[in-house]
């Protein structure tokens, strides 16, 4: 099969021709029409993510099942046939845990790591999974005509989901979004706008920017513009916002958030550099505000974010799909910004 491997951090990728995978006992082999590209993976080609070299990076995939090993059943929850359609959950999870046990998988005890970063991802024409890290896709969604966007719902719109959920977001909200204009941001801002709350959308690029507003955002704050802060306390009339969502989660964009945030407001933070920021402790009391951290999705989430696109409330935006064999030059673009929305590498047909 063609891969395309990352044999260190911040070097190209390297095309080669690997053997197909064959699965083991509990495990399948997919056959891979697309994969995403976002930051997340974009962080171990980067060096920001240390993994074991050579690696296959990779996750949001959308494929079809070729194999299966022993102990794979066709039928029943879980149950896995060639021939089905599949995507996958990023982190390879336990499912025995307590926090498994409880639909919190993130917090799994016993995580054995990440798809395409401890295993090889969907940088390759067919994947090798455990048969429990595949979620086979629902009824209703066009995988064949639209795999790209299918493929992104995993993980661009999947935590999005579960960060409507964490912060409580209602109806009665005003909802700001920092790197509004990303891959993940954007999809937050129409997972907001689907739960009815009022958004601003905050980035620095007048492209991203538009596009924001065509996703949905009642308002967009130029970053590049002047103190963050204040806009959101202007645009809000001085009583700031309920709910900030920081997708950048740099010390500027954190303590900007948190200064704009009214009373009951939540922050929550996801991503980032692993950056610290200053919060005022009198403030937090006075408006009694919650800081909160959101790491990916649970199963459930990405069944559910899945079943949202199949009912038509959000559609996935993906903007640039490139061959496997430029994924250096996609790559290049995420690095440097340039992707509004997600982008994806169309491998097979």
């Known amino acids: 099969m063609k891969a395309m491997v990352l044999r260190a951090a911040n070097t190209p990728f390297v095309l080669e021709n690997r053997p197909d995978p064959s699965p083991g006992p509990g495990e399948a082999v997919a056959k891979v029409i697309t994969c995403g590209s976002g930051l997340t993976i974009h962080h171990v080609k980067a060096g920001r993510a240390p993994v074991d070299f050579p690696r296959i990076i990779g996750h949001e995939i959308t494929g079809e099942i070729v194999a299966t090993g022993t102990g794979v059943n066709s039928t029943g929850a879980g149950g ?18 307590r926090w498994c046990r409880i639909d919190r998988e993130t917090l799994c005890e016993n995580n054995d ?18 048969a429990r890290s595949y979620i086979k896709l629902p009824d209703g969604l066009d995988y064949r005509n639209f795999p790209a966007e299918i493929g992104i719902i995993t993980d661009a719109i999947a935590t999005p989901v579960k960060v409507v959920r964490r912060a409580r977001i209602t109806a009665n909200d005003t909802v700001a ?8 941001g954007i999809h937050m801002v129409m997972l907001a706008r689907w739960a009815h709350a009022s958004v601003i959308a905050i980035d620095i690029r007048a492209e991203k920017l538009a596009a924001c507003r065509d996703a949905g955002a009642d ?15 202007d645009a809000t009339r001085g009583t700031g916002v309920d709910v900030a969502i920081d997708f950048v989660s740099s010390t500027a964009t954190l303590e900007a958030a948190v200064a704009a945030l009214g009373p009951g407001g939540r922050l929550v933070t996801l991503g ?15 408006k009694e505000l919650e800081l909160i951290g959101s790491r990916y999705a649970t199963r459930q989430e990405v069944l559910d974010a899945l079943e949202l696109v199949a009912r038509g409330d959000i559609r996935p935006l993906v903007t640039e799909i490139r061959p496997l064999e430029e994924a250096e030059q996609l790559h290049e673009r995420i690095e440097q910004g340039l992707v509004t929305g997600r982008a994806a590498l169309r491998i097979s047909e």
Do not use: Q
Not at 177 to 184: E, M, Q
């Open 80 to 97: 896995l046939a060639v021939g089905d359609p599949v995507t996958a959950y990023f982190y390879l999870t336990c499912g025995e845990c």
């Open 113 to 130: 790591g990440y798809i395409g970063r401890d295993i090889d991802g969907g940088y390759a024409e067919y994947i090798k999974l455990p």
């Open 177 to 184: 979004v920092f790197g509004a204009g990303g891959g993940l």
């Open 219 to 233: 308002m967009v704050v130029d970053a590049a513009a002047g103190n963050v802060a204040e806009a959101l306390m």
């Open 272 to 286: 980032g550099g692993g950056e610290t920021f200053r919060a005022d402790s009198r403030a937090m009391l006075g």
